[in-house]
């Protein structure tokens, strides 16, 4: 059996140990994934016998069913045998090198698909659908699976996807889960994508994306300000991917990821997010946590309709806006390090509710903060905000927000023509209703004629509370209709 890379595999006992029963006869130990190599070259002795005939208990190699790296030759048929014999509960090994991939691959109910080393590279070939996906989770013709009872418990590890976005027309979505459970993809890279997403994660509870790199994408013509993963919905398209039954997404977990341009590709326009929904469902649990988000055209992070989730500890630069939620509720925006943003570093879009902005730095863009229409109970904390073209805080035609605690550095640089905070309705129908604006610190970038005020209300903004704060150095700390006291000038 060849097995040209074996990752971290052990055998039930592990394969180092002391000669004997929890051992290989002949070996005294196993130090790597060479010596694992080394001794299944071995077939004339005990050990590489012994090797092999553990590793085949648990992996199958793709090489054993004719996939060839290196060769040109469309490997897809050989890994979906390799895949399909694996059965549940085995490992698939892709050996090093690249693979043509001229069809789509089928991933199985608890498989694991190991390819470090190994890049899968999507071809052009003779009756490629206009739009192709290139790894899916369903079975050919499936159009009833529904909930989430699809194939699950998949893991994909070490592998390189490269859709090949800028050399072949064929738009679609690298991978992609549906009705599923359990899903893992660690340590993968994509590239080139063209389209529609890298990874979509559609109707699936439960999936950790960890360590990925995705670089590079091609945005077509009438598929405008795509996300590298979208988090998303069954209810579009009639395509087999199981039923349209309204199931969402939750218990997504992005982290550690690296979303950026590939050679002269910039990134996917957003880096993570969601737009879709079946009525008034929300996607519950999704957590995007310690990535890099650069090159990107768009959002780093896009949330419609997320609750009870988290952003947090991402640094975020280049892109149009740094992080947004839309009609998202009891989340939290925390300790991100956002920078060279185009508008905001961080909005709260449309009747977003109970969402905590804490601890996030944003340097150099248009506004720190935004609280929109419909927003209420929402809390901005603990921020700084450095040199904001305009305002470092904007509340428009929300409720009972609460700004406190930040430290406001520069606001309105270079011009001079805004103030730290400003409190206004919303261009259509709402206004500002009960605002408090606390123990803030407003820091000039030098005599102070860039700050106009510490904090802007217009005239029809109510019940606007201003009270502690640090405003020396402005030429006035409020304007319009506010409340105020125990505010240092």
Same mark, same amino acid.
């Given at each position: 059996?060849?097995?040209?890379?074996?990752?971290?595999?052990?055998?039930?006992?592990?394969?180092?140990?002391?000669?004997?029963?929890?051992?290989?006869?002949?070996?005294?130990?196993?130090?790597?994934?060479?010596?694992?190599?080394?001794?299944?070259?071995?077939?004339?002795?005990?050990?590489?016998?012994?090797?092999?005939?553990?590793?085949?208990?648990?992996?199958?190699?793709?090489?054993?069913?004719?996939?060839?790296?290196?060769?040109?030759?469309?490997?897809?048929?050989?890994?979906?045998?390799?895949?399909?014999?694996?059965?549940?509960?085995?490992?698939?090994?892709?050996?090093?090198?690249?693979?043509?991939?001229?069809?789509?691959?089928?991933?199985?109910?608890?498989?694991?698909?190991?390819?470090?080393?190994?890049?899968?590279?999507?071809?052009?070939?003779?009756?490629?659908?206009?739009?192709?996906?290139?790894?899916?989770?369903?079975?050919?013709?499936?159009?009833?699976?529904?909930?989430?009872?699809?194939?699950?418990?998949?893991?994909?590890?070490?592998?390189?996807?490269?859709?090949?976005?800028?050399?072949?027309?064929?738009?679609?979505?690298?991978?992609?889960?549906?009705?599923?459970?359990?899903?893992?993809?660690?340590?993968?890279?994509?590239?080139?994508?063209?389209?529609?997403?890298?990874?979509?994660?559609?109707?699936?509870?439960?999936?950790?994306?960890?360590?990925?790199?995705?670089?590079?994408?091609?945005?077509?013509?009438?598929?405008?300000?795509?996300?590298?993963?979208?988090?998303?919905?069954?209810?579009?398209?009639?395509?087999?991917?199981?039923?349209?039954?309204?199931?969402? @997404?939750?218990?997504?977990?992005?982290?550690?990821? #690296? /979303?950026? =341009?590939? &050679?002269?590709?910039? $990134? +996917?326009?957003?880096? !993570?997010?969601?737009?879709?929904?079946?009525?008034?469902?929300?996607?519950?649990?999704?957590?995007?946590?310690?990535?890099?988000?650069?090159?990107?055209?768009?959002?780093?992070?896009?949330?419609?309709?997320?609750?009870?989730?988290?952003?947090?500890?991402?640094?975020?630069?280049?892109?149009?806006?740094?992080?947004?939620?839309?009609?998202?509720?009891?989340?939290?925006?925390?300790?991100?390090?956002?920078?060279?943003?185009?508008?905001?570093?961080?909005?709260?879009?449309?009747?977003?509710?109970?969402?905590?902005?804490?601890?996030?730095?944003?340097?150099?863009?248009?506004?720190?903060?935004?609280?929109?229409?419909?927003?209420?109970?929402?809390?901005?904390?603990?921020?700084?905000?450095?040199?904001?073209?305009?305002?470092?805080?904007?509340?428009?035609? @929300?409720?009972?927000?609460?700004?406190?605690?930040? #430290? /406001?550095? =520069?606001? &309105?640089?270079?011009? $001079? +023509?805004?103030?730290? !905070?400003?409190?206004?309705?919303?261009?259509?129908?709402?206004?500002?209703?009960?605002?408090?604006?606390?123990?803030?610190?407003?820091?000039?970038?030098?005599?102070?004629?860039?700050?106009?005020?510490?904090?802007?209300?217009?005239?029809?903004?109510?019940?606007?509370?201003?009270?502690?704060?640090?405003?020396?150095?402005?030429?006035?700390?409020?304007?319009?209709?506010?409340?105020?006291?125990?505010?240092?000038?």
């Amino acid at each position: 059996m060849a097995v040209e890379y074996l990752g971290n595999w052990k055998g039930p006992r592990g394969v180092q140990g002391k000669r004997g029963a929890r051992g290989l006869p002949g070996v005294n130990a196993v130090e790597n994934d060479a010596a694992v190599a080394a001794y299944l070259a071995a077939e004339d002795s005990a050990s590489g016998r012994e090797l092999a005939r553990r590793v085949g208990q648990v992996a199958l190699s793709t090489a054993d069913f004719g996939a060839e790296p290196d060769s040109g030759i469309d490997a897809t048929p050989a890994i979906q045998a390799a895949i399909d014999a694996a059965g549940p509960g085995k490992s698939v090994i892709l050996a090093p090198g690249n693979y043509a991939i001229g069809g789509r691959l089928r991933l199985r109910n608890v498989t694991q698909l190991h390819g470090y080393g190994a890049t899968l590279t999507r071809t052009q070939y003779a009756g490629l659908p206009t739009e192709g996906l290139m790894v899916v989770n369903w079975d050919e013709g499936d159009y009833t699976t529904t909930g989430y009872n699809g194939h699950s418990d998949i893991g994909v590890y070490g592998i390189t996807f490269d859709f090949a976005g800028d050399t072949i027309e064929h738009a679609g979505n690298t991978v992609t889960f549906n009705h599923a459970r359990n899903i893992t993809v660690r340590d993968c890279t994509f590239r080139r994508g063209r389209g529609y997403h890298d990874l979509e994660l559609n109707s699936t509870d439960g999936a950790l994306i960890d360590n990925c790199t995705f670089a590079g994408f091609v945005e077509t013509a009438g598929l405008p300000g795509k996300e590298a993963i979208q988090i998303d919905v069954a209810q579009y398209g009639d395509d087999d991917s199981g039923a349209k039954d309204g199931t969402m @997404a939750k218990n997504i977990t992005v982290r550690k990821c #690296t /979303f950026t =341009s590939y &050679g002269e590709l910039p $990134g +996917a326009p957003t880096g !993570v997010g969601s737009h879709a929904r079946d009525g008034g469902k929300q996607y519950e649990g999704i957590t995007i946590t310690d990535c890099v988000f650069t090159g990107g055209t768009g959002r780093a992070v896009d949330g419609w309709y997320w609750s009870k989730s988290s952003v947090t500890g991402n640094t975020v630069s280049g892109y149009t806006q740094g992080i947004r939620l839309v009609d998202s509720h009891d989340s939290a925006v925390n300790g991100n390090q956002i920078s060279s943003v185009v508008s905001q570093g961080v909005s709260l879009g449309t009747n977003s509710t109970g969402v905590a902005v804490v601890g996030n730095t944003i340097s150099d863009c248009a506004a720190g903060v935004f609280i929109g229409d419909g927003g209420r109970g929402n809390t901005v904390s603990g921020n700084t905000t450095v040199r904001t073209s305009s305002y470092a805080a904007i509340v428009e035609g @929300a409720d009972e927000t609460l700004i406190s605690g930040n #430290t /406001f550095r =520069s606001p &309105g640089y270079p011009a $001079g +023509a805004f103030g730290a !905070v400003r409190i206004t309705s919303n261009a259509s129908t709402s206004t500002s209703w009960g605002t408090s604006v606390t123990a803030n610190k407003v820091i000039t970038h030098g005599a102070g004629t860039e700050v106009s005020a510490g904090v802007s209300v217009v005239s029809d903004a109510q019940e606007t509370w201003v009270f502690g704060n640090d405003f020396r150095g402005l030429a006035q700390a409020t304007t319009g209709p506010v409340n105020t006291t125990s505010n240092r000038t």
